[in-house]
């Protein structure tokens, strides 16, 4: 329902006139003659229902209800005055929810936020990471990167980058094996091995050559970003994609144990709402240069 309030001149009148005791001096204040304040405050006072004001003289006092009303007012007005002052001739900045896919947050994106930031100069962005399986989340928020087959028929999308799938480990690993580069097929299999819930050793063995079995894992991780991490801990040789182990290997926290690798057919997707295409391209634009520059 509607409600109607009185003017913010009015009670303005009124808090000065609270503050001085004078109607006279609130009208020197607000640059106003003393009939002016009179009417505000009437106004004021028809609106409530009963006076806020005791006319004695030439002076005047507040009632019980004008000192209640004084006491909270002031801090109303001051709200007043905060929120044309947070908007007040100066550029709002545009706002953006991104929803990052966990894995890519921990691994790739989170180093590069200030790049990111650098390339959105205009957003006040808000970065969520919403369980895979929350497939109205792209509804629900302006852009996701998500890693998928690119089959999503609720939404409109564009793969951010192809990616690449090889086996690493950390240096500490090899060293404690006695073993150097690169290794052969049999040689990895030899060692501890990092299995991923939603990856099969089986391709990466079939490209190289050797049957194609399921080989028995050290531990197996549900996050990507924590295979990698255990990776760099010396904990065993794993499968990695090439963008989220980029700084790792580019770093020698890993390495690559030889040159055999897969296509990744489950690849990084920017996801949105059907129609706010023009709205997130310079997202997705900044977002894919970010990708390109880590796989140079």
């Not at 001085?20 to 106003?32: C, E, H, I, P, V």
């Not at 055999?260 to 391209?281: C, D, F, S």
Request: one cysteine or more.
């Amino acid at each position: 329902m509607y409600k109607r309030y009185p003017s913010v001149q009015s009670m303005s009148a009124f808090i000065h006139a609270a503050r001085s005791g004078s109607f006279s001096s609130a009208a020197r204040k607000l640059d106003l003659t003393h009939s002016a304040i009179s009417q505000q405050i009437r106004a004021l006072e028809e609106f409530i229902g009963q006076p806020l004001f005791v006319r004695e003289g030439g002076g005047s006092n507040l009632t019980d209800a004008g000192q209640l009303f004084a006491s909270v007012l002031s801090d109303g007005l001051a709200q007043i005055d905060r929120a044309l002052s947070s908007v007040k001739n100066r550029s709002v900045a545009q706002r953006l929810t991104l929803d990052v896919d966990s894995e890519l947050a921990q691994s790739w994106l989170n180093p590069r936020l200030p790049q990111l930031l650098d390339g959105l100069p205009d957003y006040e962005v808000t970065i969520l990471s919403m369980p895979r399986s929350d497939r109205s989340t792209f509804e629900r928020v302006d852009l996701s990167l998500r890693y998928g087959y690119g089959d999503w028929d609720d939404c409109e999308m564009t793969q951010i980058c192809g990616d690449r799938v090889m086996a690493v480990a950390s240096p500490a690993l090899l060293e404690r094996h006695g073993l150097q580069l690169p290794l052969s097929p049999a040689q990895i299999l030899e060692l501890p091995l990092l299995g991923y819930t939603r990856r099969s050793w089986i391709p990466w063995l079939d490209a190289a050559g050797m049957p194609a079995v399921e080989p028995a894992a050290r531990v197996v991780f549900d996050n990507a970003a924590n295979l990698i991490a255990a990776a760099e801990a010396g904990v065993g040789a794993g499968l990695v994609r090439g963008l989220l182990a980029a700084d790792a290997l580019r770093s020698g926290r890993l390495v690559a144990l030889n040159e055999a690798q897969i296509a990744a057919h489950y690849n990084l997707y920017a996801v949105w709402p059907h129609g706010q295409a023009e709205r997130v391209a310079p997202v997705v634009e900044v977002i894919k240069q970010l990708a390109m520059h880590t796989q140079r």
